[in-house]
């Protein structure tokens, strides 16, 4: 099995913009890419006030993934495209399952130059979206139901990762939710190559330890 390179991407889940300030002071200097949670208040219970413009400034340092937990994607998905520095668009399948929705998002924001990933929640099959794997840069899996940070992780995503891994060598499987020093290595040994720590750094006193850990 070739030994593939881990990415560790932080995820910031905030509310509003100045828990967003924090949770980015405290991991920006240790990562050049970050991943920030939008959520609307409909396919999550929660709700943040957080918009391109808002960010704009302090994160134009950074390369920017952008995890839509939203109903209505193609606002968001508009607003978002004006950062330069958004590299990459997740969003969820549960958002809107109709195939031809998600296929036309997907060649919208490729023709955007913007990578896209589907993002999965744990009581989703990975059969519901086999037709779609293909034509996505990263297939995102929930380690926990999403929408709040602190969430004990599900294992029963450890074989859904080695089946997606299994059919799919090539892709990105990427991971958010519950990952920590803990979980982390059964993950990489699953098949996931990306990972998206949240509250495990912002728990942390030292970043660089808390890192040194997943390594």
């Given amino acids: 099995m070739t030994k593939r390179k881990i990415k560790i991407i ?17 991991v920006s200097p240790y990562f050049k890419c970050l991943q920030i949670d939008i959520m609307d208040g409909h396919l999550v219970k929660a709700k943040n006030t957080l ?42 399948y549960e958002a809107d399952k109709n195939i031809r929705h998600i296929t036309f998002l997907n060649k919208y924001l490729k023709a955007h130059k913007i990578k ?20 996505f840069d990263t297939i995102q899996l929930m380690g926990v139901t999403p929408g709040r940070q602190g969430q004990k992780f599900e294992t029963k995503i450890i ?9 799919f060598p090539k892709i990105n499987i990427e991971i958010d939710g519950g990952v920590n020093n803990q979980t982390f290595h059964a993950l990489v040994r699953a098949g996931a190559n990306i990972v998206c ?5 912002q728990k942390s006193t030292n970043i660089r330890q808390a890192l040194n850990k997943l390594k």
């Avoid at 896209?116 to 034509?135: H, Q, R, V």
């Fill in 10 to 26: 932080p995820s910031l889940l905030a509310l509003n913009k100045a828990e967003f300030i924090k949770q980015f002071k405290k």
């Fill in 197 to 201: 720590p949240g509250s495990y750094f």
């Fill in 116 to 135: 896209t990933g589907l993002a999965l929640n744990p009581n989703t099959s990975l059969a519901k979206i086999k037709n779609l794997i293909a034509y």
């Fill in 51 to 92: 918009t391109p413009q808002s960010i704009k400034n302090l994160t134009r340092q950074h390369k920017l993934e952008i995890h839509l937990m939203v109903k209505d994607l193609p606002r968001h998905i508009n607003s978002w495209l004006k950062l330069k520095n958004v590299q990459k668009i997740i969003w969820h």
């Fill in 159 to 167: 074989p859904k990762i080695k089946a997606l891994r299994y059919k």
